[in-house]
């Protein structure tokens, strides 16, 4: 694999990366109240949390360069006051990933914990451990094979994110071309061979860890 | 089960905030599609004198000036239709001293060898056997419109229209006559010379000429390197890497 | 001590209850549906009530007048729900060892061998709930409950999902269990021959609210109401007048008969009032006729015949038909298999009844 492969499959596992652990800060504790809570407010949650499972995700890159590139009076305050520039970077590509690919972890996750019959969590409670201990303690474990399987889906869908990438970041070699859009730029330029190679790794890459996940969550027996 | 989540949560961490890039001067340059071979080459022997790096984003002149508007991080901008850079220079994003032309672009009749067609003429766009005309998306890509002027010109726009395939710029609409998905093309000059195609020049008076310009961005952070690449480019070194690929100035033979 | 006055309005149902208890042994006994187990939940503080007050051994758990409410992880209260709520993931040391952590790892270990050797649980240290017996991980229940020495213990149905076979055997240990751990316990249940047996203090709650709370034999022999009377399995509620109720006597009309009961069951009631009279099937007396030589006459006798009876478990229930009166009165009689036997009773055959003053409860209609 040549120096461009390598640059791109990083500039992935990064994106892929940064995705994920936003959504799993955003995603996890929504689907816990999602599990927990029923009132209108956390039905419109649901309907947000979900809403980028439908929608294009050009439609969703462009709403974040909207909202966060320099014609919109926040990106401008991000930028200028704040230094921090978010479009045409690979941390704004993880941000449009990580929106695409929240509705993934939601879903996945909240049955997870539907399923955790809240009797042991108000054991647990009356047995004197706070509420974030019972939910690390129990909650999370009992959850497990299915949050698991909504983190695989989550990295799965983030490492194969194209539109809102291209939107909010950009095709920039070495900073922002990711894996799929690596492929896409090969092929534009008529460069099959290296189309092919990027296009084996990425498979390679989505399968193996998709491997990896399944490995751990048959190994996760109650 | 709790190290399994350590662990994922670390390596997650880590992916995150590594960042590539060594030290040394970066020279990013957003470039007309129909560069791409010019400026690989051009790049590659200043790549050598400046002990820098360059790095290129190859796409639509009018999709990279969007961009730009938006906030791409380039520090010079080619574009194959000057009115691009005319509207960047209005928003004030270009250091107006570094504006120049860099070639007049010229636009040809592609066929596709295997196909077996003989088009030599526009007019020959209209055979039977020609499924497929793949042009530069005319939205937005210079060589787009050049190739509707010519063919409005020639007063078969609208009957060659359901045969017309769009790319997303002229190198993806080269892409389309080379693998054959589109048996015959207009595209640029500059990226025709491949073993796939052959073609015949397109009489330049049927459309708005393609004056090519280039320009430094005022937010660039290399403004001397990228004064020394626009330099380079229309200087002795890189002139006749250009006349190579086609590109002319008015006036050059 | 548990006081506890609880009101929530909850999907059209109201809870509306209050009682004060001082027993170490509390039994809410009421029908499924009845409040029971959001009356546990708002003592146990998974529940906010709407208004009301709970404070249990003089700490002040409720308030919604001073606004307080202590959060259920700080309440001390041990809490055994309906099917346990053992953590699956856990071994039955973790699970023990689960509300002490704040002790340090060698006197965590020595609590956990404790209560193992408390609830008699040595040598399945290391199983994980699901190898247990239904027995076995109530008893892990409880030694979680206890190690966190709890000022009280809460157990919500703790035999609805055992065999009857088993129960008997489980209830006496929980029994013994509580006499040694010394822990005041409220038992929440829907099982009389439960609530009997684990109850000094029964609190009968039905429709969200409290029916009566008294001790065991107040419940049992002098329910406060109907429906209480109902509850506790008085078969016998019968609708009499009452015809004279001084200090020295109270007798009463039932459908033309007339019978005398104790003058204490008379608190509260007039000549010329509607009462309902209970009697215990198992207190309803078979009179012997060769054996009345020498005694007192019997007590409100009267003859009927057998018209239907049914063998349960060791005893025999009857129907028997009373002669005379207006319409026919049936009283149902319940008594051991062997004196069902050695009377030689059977379907059809006449006998005396007798009712003991005592043995009749009244409670006033209206």
């Given at each position: 694999m040549s120096g461009v492969d390598l640059t791109a499959l990083r500039l992935s596992l990064q994106v892929a990366g940064l995705a994920t652990g936003l959504c799993l800060v955003v995603g996890i504790p929504l689907a816990w109240v999602l599990a927990r809570r029923r009132s209108w407010l956390t039905e419109v949650l649901a309907a947000a949390a979900l809403l980028p499972l439908v929608l294009p995700p050009t439609v969703v890159g462009y709403y974040l360069l909207t909202a966060?590139?320099?014609?919109s009076g926040f990106g401008r305050f991000l930028e200028?006051?704040?230094?921090?520039?978010?479009?045409?970077?690979w941390q704004g590509a993880g941000i449009a990933a990580a929106i695409m690919a929240l509705p993934l972890l939601v879903m996945t996750a909240r049955p997870a914990f539907e399923s955790v019959d809240p009797d042991l969590e108000r054991v647990a409670l009356t047995l004197g451990r706070s509420r974030m201990a019972v939910f690390f303690t129990i909650t999370l474990p009992l959850a497990s094979p299915g949050v698991l399987a909504g983190i695989a889906l989550t990295f799965a869908r983030a490492i194969g994110e194209f539109g809102a990438t291209l939107m909010v970041?950009?095709?920039?070699?070495?900073?922002?071309?990711?894996m799929p859009l690596a492929v896409y730029d090969a092929v534009q330029s008529g460069d099959m061979a290296l189309a092919n190679t990027l296009a084996l790794v990425l498979t390679l890459t989505s399968m193996a860890m998709l491997a990896v996940f399944g490995w751990t969550t048959r190994r996760i027996r109650l | 089960m709790k190290k399994l989540l350590l662990l994922l949560g670390v390596g997650m961490l880590v992916t995150s905030t590594s960042c590539g890039g060594s030290g040394g001067p970066e020279l990013t340059v957003a470039a007309a599609a129909d560069l791409q071979f010019a400026f690989t080459d051009i790049g590659a022997l200043f790549k050598e004198q400046c002990g820098c790096k360059v790095t290129f984003i190859f796409g639509s002149s009018g999709n990279l000036s969007a961009q730009i508007k938006s906030g791409?991080?380039?520090?010079i901008f080619a574009s194959a239709d000057i009115a691009y850079v005319d509207g960047l220079r209005e928003k004030g994003l270009?250091?107006?001293?570094?504006?120049?032309?860099?070639a007049v672009g010229r636009i040809v009749l592609a066929?596709?060898?295997?196909?077996g067609l003989q088009v030599?003429?526009?007019?020959?766009?209209?055979?039977?056997?020609?499924?497929k005309v793949a042009i530069a998306n005319p939205d937005h890509a210079p060589y787009g419109i050049a190739a509707r002027q010519a063919l409005e010109s020639e007063g078969i726009w609208d009957e060659l229209k359901p045969r017309l395939v769009y790319g997303e710029n002229v190198r993806q609409a080269l892409q389309y006559v080379q693998t054959g998905d589109a048996p015959a093309g207009i595209v640029a000059l500059s990226v025709a010379?491949?073993?796939?195609i052959s073609y015949t020049l397109i009489d330049?008076?049927?459309?708005?000429?393609?004056?090519q310009s280039l320009a430094v961005l005022?937010?660039?952070?290399?403004e001397q390197l990228a004064r020394d690449f626009i330099a380079f480019v229309n200087g002795p070194e890189g002139r006749p890497i250009m006349k190579k690929y086609g590109f002319v100035l008015p006036g050059e033979t | 001590m548990l006081r506890a006055e609880i009101k929530k309005r909850l999907d059209g149902f109201e809870l509306d209850v209050a009682f004060e208890v001082d027993e170490g042994r509390v039994v809410l006994f009421g029908?499924?549906?009845?409040?029971k187990s959001l009356t546990l939940q708002a003592i146990t503080g998974v529940m906010r009530p709407d208004a009301g007050r709970v404070e249990v051994n003089g700490r002040l758990l409720f308030d919604s007048a001073s606004a307080v409410n202590v959060p259920p992880q700080r309440r001390r209260l041990g809490y055994v729900p309906q099917s346990y709520?053992?953590?699956?993931?856990?071994?039955v040391e973790e699970n023990v060892a689960y509300g002490v952590q704040r002790l340090d790892g060698p006197q965590r270990k020595a609590l956990v061998r404790e209560m193992v050797d408390l609830v008699g649980?040595?040598?399945?240290?290391?199983?994980?709930?699901?190898?247990?017996?239904g027995g076995q991980q109530q008893r892990v229940a409880l030694a979680r409950a206890l190690a966190s020495r709890p000022e009280l213990l809460v157990l919500d149905e703790?035999?609805?999902?055992?065999d009857t076979g088993l129960r008997g055997t489980l209830r006496r240990e929980l029994l013994d269990l509580q006499d040694r751990s010394g822990v005041t316990t409220l038992v929440v249940t829907h099982d009389l021959d439960d609530a009997f047996f684990l109850g000094r203090r029964i609190v009968v709650i039905d429709d969200g609210r409290v029916l009566q709370s008294g001790s065991r034999e107040d419940v049992f022999y002098?329910?406060?109401t109907r429906r209480v009377a109902e509850f506790v399995a008085t078969r016998n509620i019968l609708r009499a007048k009452v015809l004279e109720a001084d200090g020295q006597r109270l007798l009463l009309d039932w459908q033309g008969r007339v019978l005398e009961a104790e003058?204490?069951?008379?608190?509260?009631v007039a000549p010329g009032q509607d009462v309902e009279l209970c009697i215990r099937p198992a207190q309803v007396m078979i009179v012997r006729e060769d054996r009345l030589?020498?005694?007192p006459p019997p007590e409100n006798p009267f003859s009927g015949t057998i018209i239907e009876e049914a063998l349960q478990a060791e005893a025999y229930v009857l129907r028997v038909r009373l002669a005379g009166g207006g319409t026919p009165s049936d009283l149902e009689i319940e008594l051991p298999d062997y004196v069902y036997q050695r009377l030689r009773l059977q379907r059809g055959k006449e006998i005396t009844i007798s009712l003991h003053r005592q043995a009749m409860h009244v409670i006033p209609v209206g």
């Open positions: 966060l590139g320099r014609n200028d006051d704040l230094g921090i520039r978010l479009v045409f970077t970041a950009g095709s920039i070699p070495g900073r922002t071309r990711t | 791409l991080p380039v520090d270009i250091l107006e001293d570094t504006q120049q032309l860099y066929v596709n060898k295997d196909s030599e003429s526009l007019r020959d766009l209209l055979k039977p056997g020609v499924t010379d491949v073993p796939e330049d008076s049927l459309h708005q000429p393609l004056r005022r937010r660039t952070g290399e | 029908p499924s549906g009845a409040g709520g053992l953590f699956p993931h856990l071994t649980l040595q040598g399945l240290e290391r199983r994980r709930p699901r190898e247990l017996s703790p035999f609805s999902s055992i002098r329910p406060a003058p204490a069951a008379a608190a509260g030589h020498g005694l």
